[in-house]
């Protein structure tokens, strides 16, 4: 039976039926992705039954095009209501689908409705450029669709999803992409849409050429594209751009492959890829890659698998895996992360304080900075028991942002509190409330609790008797005590008045007996101040000689030695090309990388170096083996390495522990080897 959406638990696929088998025969249906030209007739209600496929257990996902060049993927834009309403009629007379692509990578001008190019010169010189398809185009003739689709009974829940940008193309230039970045092109799209109008994302990504190693390249392109991958990683750039409101929908790569016509031998460049997108949605937090789709399976064009058994080798050992994408939760759309503060744990009564945040916008809504329903940091105050504190209007703070805050952002924000009046242990509630709106806690976002002991110190350092005159002689005169009034200095004069005013440098206050004592200032509280001011420069004096002792203490104790492991020298017993290698300084080594062999326990170290081998490697890839049983072998030399431009290879130590620990951890044996 179909799953509701008919889609496939798995993130194998191919581009086009005719493989299929092979994903059925392991237990693995994966997806199959189909083409449909549609045209823009909207009298036009023909469609296509997938349920042979569907009813397997294989994902279906159809891109929806409206023709091929010169015709342009969508139509021009005087056209797209009817091709809308002929997407719609498709959709309704189709059976065994749920997933649909609006076109595919306008920004390729061979796309382009009107085109026109002289393919007599490479590359080929563009005689009209037709209607160029801008990011706003597409997504008014993507929302048409989108909006047509979920109209039809029994679609209303269906994926609509964008279509895959071409990579490494520049073609689409337009204000704000005047270089024609493929990746701002996906982003633009995707910030007018939203993520309440648009339910997926389709992607492209290759190599260029059939090295497996590729699949791991982190090679890049020339200016002005320097920052942009140039082999399969491209799928990174693409999936980095991708708005943090948008990181809960589907992610499909429709097509995949070397761009040029498939090797037909068995490299593990299809195993490699499959084990890149898989380790992608491993990672913590990441956006699901739900397919990669081998472009492309039956003999229509030059990119044909079927019939290349190499390449059909490499697949059915891709299929042995257990590769399976998961749900990522979608964003609340209140939610705030609060990554640093200074809240003071103590306050005095009825003072404000200045509190310093960074805040991340972990939500999906955008926080305006001003307009009707501004975003403010606010806050409430709880006794011991719970109950909140009530404060005088003057003392209900709300503070500013500095600007809009979009879904992902962070911003650093300075915020006040009045603290409470009277004195006690309470918990301060810091909170984002949209003015008019709602309080973030309120829309089930996690406020930030800080507990704060609120009193009147024993100790006040304030250099002004108008403050002594104020709040602290109203504390003093209800406990009972009378303050009399000490003589000044002529140096204290008010700056602003002239006028001599009561002045305490400090005042230590001690309620003991009923009695208070206060310290004047004067030459000998002067005094004192110089002294202290020694004492501390004699201490920080007397801090480093002991760091400089200690630090001379550690470098004459003995180096405590770790003995050496038993280490069982294979090097020359395994399959390898000396003259592949790569040589290094021993001074390069920078790092120990641990891999897995992915392979049973049980799997030799010459039957895994051969596998290496096919790959297309000198040798083993890394200096040391850890079997199954804990045992330490070595491979390779320190000094030779597979790959002289990778950073893994060239600057670590490659330790491969013998297992899949995707599907069991390694041994107690092999864990203590490994240390």
């Known amino acids: 039976m179909p799953r509701p959406l008919c889609d496939s638990p798995y993130i194998f696929g191919i581009h086009e039926e005719g493989g299929e088998r092979y994903m059925l025969a392991k237990g693995k249906p994966g997806w199959i992705v189909f083409t449909e030209e549609l045209g823009a007739d909207p009298n036009n209600h023909t469609g296509r039954d997938y349920r042979k496929w569907s009813d397997q257990g294989l994902g279906v996902i159809v891109r929806l095009n409206h023709g091929y060049e010169p015709n342009g993927t969508i139509p021009h834009s005087s056209r797209y209501a009817d091709f809308a309403q002929r997407c719609a009629n498709f959709v309704a007379a189709s059976q065994g689908a749920h997933i649909w692509i609006i076109g595919n990578e306008p920004n390729l001008s061979g796309e382009r409705p009107g085109v026109r190019r002289d393919f007599s010169t490479s590359p080929a010189k563009i005689l009209d450029p037709g209607e160029v398809i801008t990011p706003q185009l597409y997504v008014r003739c993507y929302r048409l669709c989108r909006d047509a689709i979920k109209k039809v009974a029994g679609h209303e829940h269906d994926q609509v999803c964008v279509a895959a940008v071409a990579p490494w193309n520049a073609e689409t230039q337009y204000p704000g992409n005047e270089t024609g970045d493929w990746v701002v092109y996906l982003e633009d799209v995707l910030r007018l849409l939203g993520p309440d109008e648009c339910d997926g994302i389709t992607l492209h990504t290759y190599t260029h050429g059939p090295d497996p190693r590729l699949i791991y390249s982190e090679a890049r392109m020339g200016p002005p594209f320097q920052n942009r991958y140039y082999n399969f990683y491209a799928y990174r750039d693409f999936m980095n751009a991708i708005p943090a409101s948008m990181r809960h929908l589907p992610v499909y790569i429709t097509e995949t492959d070397q761009n040029e016509p498939w090797a037909d031998v068995n490299s593990g460049w299809v195993r490699n890829a499959y084990a890149e997108i898989n380790w992608w949605n491993q990672q913590p937090g990441h956006q699901q890659i739900r397919l990669l789709a081998l472009y492309r399976w039956p003999d229509r064009d030059q990119w044909v698998i079927e019939g290349k058994q190499g390449v059909i080798d490499d697949f059915l050992m891709a299929l042995d895996n257990d590769y399976r994408w998961k749900e990522t939760p979608a964003l609340q759309p209140y939610a705030v992360s609060f990554l640093s503060h200074d809240t003071p744990t103590e306050m005095e009564p009825g003072e404000i304080y200045t509190v310093h945040f960074r805040l991340k916008n972990a939500g999906s809504r955008t926080w305006q900075h001003d307009g009707d329903h501004p975003v403010h940091v606010g806050y409430h105050w709880y006794d011991g028991d719970g109950n909140i504190v009530l404060l005088p209007p003057e003392h209900d703070i709300r503070s500013e942002l500095p600007s809009d805050v979009a879904s992902g952002e962070t911003v650093n924000v ?58 602290f002689l109203d504390f003093l005169h209800e406990k009972g005590v009378d303050v009399i009034g000490l003589p000044v200095s002529p140096q204290f004069l008010d700056p602003d008045t002239g006028l001599q005013t009561q002045y305490f440098e400090r005042v230590a206050l001690e309620l003991a007996d009923g009695q208070v004592r206060m310290r004047p200032t004067g030459e000998e509280a002067y005094q004192a101040r110089q002294k202290i001011a020694e ?68 799997t030799s170290v010459e039957q895994l170096a051969a596998a290496h081998r096919q790959r297309g490697l000198p040798g083993f890839a890394g200096q040391f083996l850890i079997t199954g049983d804990g045992r330490i072998l070595q491979t390779e030399p320190l000094d030779e390495v597979v790959d002289g431009q990778q950073t893994w290879s060239m600057d670590g130590i490659n330790i491969y522990v013998a297992g899949n620990f995707m599907d069991k951890p390694p041994t107690a044996a092999q864990i203590e080897a490994a240390a």
């Open 414 to 471: 300075e915020a006040r509190v009045a603290a409470p009046q009277q004195e006690g242990t309470f918990r301060l509630e810091w909170d984002l409330v949209e003015e008019g709106v709602t309080w973030f806690r309120d829309r089930d976002s996690k406020p930030l609790s800080v507990t704060v002991k609120v009193e009147i110190p024993k100790e006040y350092f304030k250099e002004t008797g108008q403050w002594v005159k104020g709040r």
């Open 535 to 602: 004492l501390k420069q004699h201490v920080d004096e007397l801090s480093q000689e002991i760091d400089r002792l200690r630090h001379k203490l550690e470098q004459s104790q003995p180096v405590v030695q770790v003995p050496r492991p038993e280490i069982e020298d294979v090097i020359d017993e395994l399959d390898r090309d000396p003259d592949g290698f790569v040589k290094r300084p021993l001074e390069r080594i920078r790092y120990l990388v641990f891999n897995h062999t992915a392979k049973p326990a049980t």
